[in-house]
């Protein structure tokens, strides 16, 4: 799937990573990864004055507050509230490190008695079992038995303990009939399940989550009839076992019947409901399916791993007046009740179940047939005039797929769908992709650049996992980067190919740069590793899995090249087909058509360890000596020491001035801690990891980096545009470790008033954001005037219409976004300007695309421009407008407006509940609005998590932007309270622990800060 690419990295497009919007700003949503959003990151005196007042205040004035004073005050509630965890802190340290230090004979005595009392004291709680210190208690239960068998609802023994399934049936074919009921909400179903016995068994272990199965039969060919089973339910694990009337013999089919009942869900997970406006304005109800990762089964009962692939039969029983659609296509209908028919679809392909999907709606579609596929665009009916975009996109993409894996695409027909109201950013279902309106509508009047971009790489995305994902699927969840990583990697090279004029390659540096951030956090985890529990699965629908994964395969591209990698991959294809796969099948598959035999052994070190390395070169004559350790960022960077044990086979990239253009760039292979790479004869400069193709970080020594820079400001054009941007992002990272003072890599921007390329100057935007406000505010005006002379001729050229190439128009839209939100130039006037006579014309005059976004920003900022815009979002049919208009309303400094619009979009009815983690990710970058979204979150806790489910890409997504800008130790403190008093579950989500670690903007903001104090104190000239 897509993450929500709206507030991710573009690439998670699929199922949670999907929200954000593609200028700088929008890199910062991404759930729990990117940690320095440029606009969201803010500083200690800015945080937390309306914790002082509290939420429920409406008496909060605008008025200019001295926010170090607020800043205090706050500081001191946080204390208020958090004074007892913070005593029994302290006490445990001073303890543990008291006693023992002087070692006379009586301390030693002293210290050996209580040692024995300790010890004593350890093993009779060691001893006693778990639940004696339990809010609970212990439970008069067999502890023996539950350990080993837990206990089913009825009471009765459950005849299963683990989580996974056995393996001992397998299932071959699913028959299901579905009559989902659009009035009353509710569904029955019936399914027939064809298994194979593997290893004999009394027993049949499959997945069931909150159905309500009224009767269950099993028959065989050798039985004369069905026979009636019990089932038993294990809800905890979502577990149901059918318990046989004989043993199950090895290598007999058997077919296992169950009818069923549930109500279609009120979240976006499973078989959901979705409300939308028709034509005529009237309420409607539509029912669509997200299965993956682990809904399949709170459909019908079913294997819902996705190794048992099996093939599907589904039948749908609706209403004559509304239409279905499945995987596959219709074969035929038949009426089976008055105003009630049945469509039947094709049996499916082997496939796993969390492909699967049906959709019952109104909805109509235009369609175009390319090598005996049907591909068609489905939307609602007053939508159909933006999807055009959308069928030519996915037509040319399918042709160049199969082109270029030579496999034919298996299907007759291709439906993309666009669903009124869907969490992730698009979702993969074998032949029935779904989407989001705004990751598959384009609206010419409405939709800018960057949207076209957006559309053309979830398409892109979403087509690469039908061979990626559906035609091979991972064995577990612990590979889900097999999946993702692939399809990503595969979405912007086939954009790259198919069109270059998007230049989408760029795209994807910027992600990469964001990824690396989150990566060289101490709570980062290798992209494969081993997962359980539901939430975990969920979890690694992360940046990780995806950017990081098709970072590692763009690495290897390019260093085995790009035919052998091309013949991999279609060997890959072949071989595994219609089967599962771990990441060791890959290496293999790739071994096979490279005469570099160790695809393997390298491609682990970057696959089973978190992070990435830390190239040191150092240059002396024709020697280059370089040497390895891993880039962590912490808070200690003056004591910053590297773990010694992580060592990466690093495929090294280098050019120099005296490159051979036929040999450039060089490559080594770096598989110890140091070696010396020789060159042919002395050079100016060199610089390595080339275009940032390979996924490490470099430094130099100082008369390296002096050569760079003089480079840049001397001969900009010596290196490509991508490596500018790199060596931007690479000085920044550095100084964020104190590797380099922020003076050099200030000195390194200077060149920018040559540079006219997106790629760097949009990372330099990105990196000075991360600091302005800070410098602006600690009255370090030398610095802050420097970086507006720089942009200041930039900003200047600028024109407010939607003219030029498709980089041209994104450099644009980022620049005056960057130039209204800092009040640089004469930006808000002329943003003013267009907005009220867009307001003069009734929202009818049409504004250039690519600036909509700042016109309306700076529009909101006045009462009745907000006013206006509220009332032009609720009647707008154009969701790439509506979300423009949004992300303005959210942009507003005025708290009531702020609550409302978060408790409205909460609500879903006015404003849908999947804009919700966006609009918490634009209220945190005004300054009211920070502390405010963290209080909404704690008092709306329990419905968020019904709503969006734990672990979902939403709710890492809205707690890793409602704490953002905390940066205290206060404010962390406060955060890990809080998720302590919920579940363990709760607690030991990955992106509350890297909160509660002081993993992102702390870490971050407090390495900045000190680099700017370092920098006071230079006083730069
Ligand atoms: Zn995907």
Not at 333 to 348: L, M, R
Not at 406 to 414: N, S, T, V
Not at 655 to 666: D, V
Not at 999 to 1019: F, M, Y
Request: hydrophobic content about 40%; aromatic content about 10%; some cysteine.
């Amino acid at each position: 799937k897509e993450t929500n690419r709206i507030q991710l990295p573009r690439n998670m497009i699929e199922n949670s990573m999907f929200e954000e919007e593609p200028d700088v700003v929008d890199l910062a949503k991404e759930p729990c990864l990117h940690p320095l959003e440029p606009d969201e990151v803010e500083y200690e005196p800015r945080s937390s004055r309306l914790l002082v007042r509290g939420l429920g205040e409406n008496e909060m004035d605008e008025d200019e507050e001295d926010y170090e004073s607020s800043a205090k005050l706050l500081g001191m509630s946080f204390m208020n509230r958090s004074t007892g965890l913070r005593n029994n802190a302290a006490g445990y340290r001073q303890s543990s490190d008291g006693s023992c230090s002087v070692p006379s004979l009586r301390t030693m005595v002293v210290c050996a008695i209580v040692l024995v009392i300790a010890v004593s004291v350890i093993m009779v709680i060691y001893l006693l079992p778990k639940c004696t210190f339990t809010k609970e208690g212990c439970h008069k239960k067999n502890h023996t038995m539950e350990l080993i068998y837990p206990l089913a609802t009825n009471g009765k023994r459950f005849p299963w303990a683990k989580t996974r399934l056995p393996s001992n049936v397998v299932p071959l074919h699913y028959d299901l009939v579905l009559q989902p009921n659009l009035t009353t909400t509710k569904f029955a179903g019936s399914v027939q399940i064809t298994v194979n016995v593997i290893q004999v068994t009394w027993n049949i272990i499959l997945h069931s989550s909150g159905l309500n199965i009224t009767k269950a039969t099993l028959t065989s060919a050798g039985w004369n009839q069905a026979k009636p089973v019990a089932v038993l339910e294990y809800p905890i694990r979502d577990q149901i076992a059918v318990v046989a009337p004989d043993a199950l013999l090895v290598g007999q089919n058997y077919t296992l019947i169950i009818d069923y009942s549930s109500n279609l869900s009120d979240t976006y997970y499973g078989f959901y409901k979705v409300s939308y406006k028709d034509e005529h304005a009237e309420k409607r109800w539509l029912a669509a399916t997200q299965f993956e990762p682990l809904a399949a089964r709170s459909a019908f009962p079913c294997f819902d791993e996705p190794a048992f692939k099996a093939t599907f039969l589904i039948k749908i029983q609706r209403d004559e007046q509304h239409s279905a659609l499945s995987n596959m296509p219709k074969n035929i209908t038949i009426p089976v009740a008055a105003g009630i028919v049945q469509d039947e679809f094709s049996v499916s392909l082997k496939m796993s179940t969390y492909l699967v999907a049906f959709i019952v709606a109104n909805l109509k579609n235009i369609s175009k047939e390319t090598n005996r596929t049907l591909v068609s665009i489905y939307a609602m009916p007053q939508k159909l005039g933006q999807v055009e975009h959308a069928l030519d996109t996915a037509v040319k993409l399918l042709e160049f797929y199969q082109k270029y894996f030579h496999i034919e695409y298996p299907l007759q027909k291709l439906d993309l769908v666009a669903i009124p109201d869907f969490q992730a950013g698009a979702m993969e279902n074998w032949g029935l992709i779904t989407f989001r309106e705004t990751t598959l509508l384009f609206d010419n009047k409405t939709s800018s650049a960057m949207d076209k971009k957006l559309v053309t790489a979830v398409i892109a995305h979403e087509l690469a996992h039908q061979w990626f994902g559906n035609l091979v699927t991972m064995e577990w969840w612990n590979d889900l980067w097999l999946n993702e990583g692939f399809a990503t990697f595969m979405e912007y090279f086939a954009m790259d190919r198919t069109f270059p004029e998007l230049q989408t390659d760029e795209e994807f540096l910027k992600v990469r740069f964001k990824t690396m951030m989150k990566d060289s956090l101490n709570a980062s985890h290798p992209i494969s590793s081993a997962v359980q529990s539901s939430e975990q699965i969920e979890e690694m629908f992360d940046a990780l899995s995806y950017i990081k994964g098709a970072s590692l395969l763009l690495m290897l591209k390019k260093y085995i090249k790009h035919d052998s990698f091309q013949a991999g991959i279609e060997n890959y294809l072949h071989n595994h087909s219609y089967g599962s796969t771990r990441s060791d099948d890959l290496w293999d598959s790739m071994n096979e058509v490279t005469i570099l035999d160790n695809v393997k052994k390298l491609m682990k070190t970057w696959i089973l360890q978190k992070g990435f390395p830390l190239v040191t070169v150092k240059r002396q004559g024709k020697s280059l000596h370089v040497q390895q350790e891993r880039f962590l960022r912490s808070v200690e960077s003056e004591n910053w020491t590297s773990d010694a044990s992580y060592l990466w086979h690093i495929p090294l990239s280098y050019t120099t001035n005296k490159c051979n253009p036929f040999l450039c760039p060089y490559a080594y292979l770096l598989d110890q801690k140091s070696a010396t790479i020789e060159l042919q004869e002395e050079v100016a400069w060199v610089k390595f990891n080339v275009d940032m193709n390979g996924y490490y970080i470099v430094h130099y020594a100082e008369d390296d980096w002096n050569a760079l820079i003089d480079l840049l400001k001397n001969n900009l054009t010596a290196l490509s545009a991508k490596d500018r941007a790199h060596l931007i992002n690479n000085i920044f990272s550095l100084v964020g470790i104190g590797k380099v003072p922020l003076l050099k890599a200030f000195h390194l921007l200077d060149y920018l008033v040559k540079e006219n390329h997106t790629a760097p100057i949009s990372q330099a935007l990105f990196q000075v954001n991360l600091i302005y406000d800070l410098v602006e505010k600690r009255g370090m005006q030398d610095l802050a005037d420097r970086v507006e002379k720089l942009l200041r001729s930039k900003i200047d050229q600028q024109t407010w219409t939607d003219d030029g190439t498709i980089s041209e128009r994104e450099f644009r839209s980022t620049v005056l976004a960057f130039a209204c939100s800092h009040h640089l130039g004469n930006c808000r006037t002329t943003a003013t300007k267009l907005f009220e006579e867009w307001k003069a014309s009734n929202g009818t005059k049409s504004l250039p695309t690519d600036v909509m976004k700042t016109v309306f920003t700076t529009g909101a900022k006045t009462d009745d421009g907000w006013e206006f815009l509220l009332s032009m979002y609720t009647s707008s049919v154009s969701e790439a407008e509506k979300h423009k208009m949004l992300e303005a309303l959210a942009s507003t400094e005025d708290v009531r407006k702020l609550i409302w619009l978060m408790q409205t979009s909460l609500e879903g009815d006015l404003i849908r509940a999947q804009e919700l983690s966006h609009i918490i990710a634009t209220v945190i970058q005004s300054l009211p609005g920070h502390l405010l979204a963290w209080d909404f979150v704690k008092e709306n806790w329990e419905k968020l998590i019904r709503k969006f489910h734990l672990g979902s890409f939403a709710i890492q997504n809205i707690v890793t932007v409602s704490t953002f800008q905390f940066s205290t130790e206060a404010h962390l403190l406060e955060v890990k309270t809080f998720f302590e008093s919920k579940s363990e579950k709760v607690s030991q989500l990955r992106c509350v622990k890297e909160k509660t670690q002081c993993h992102s903007v702390c870490v971050c903001a407090l390495a900045i800060k000190k680099a700017c104090e370092l920098l006071l104190l230079q006083k730069p000239g």
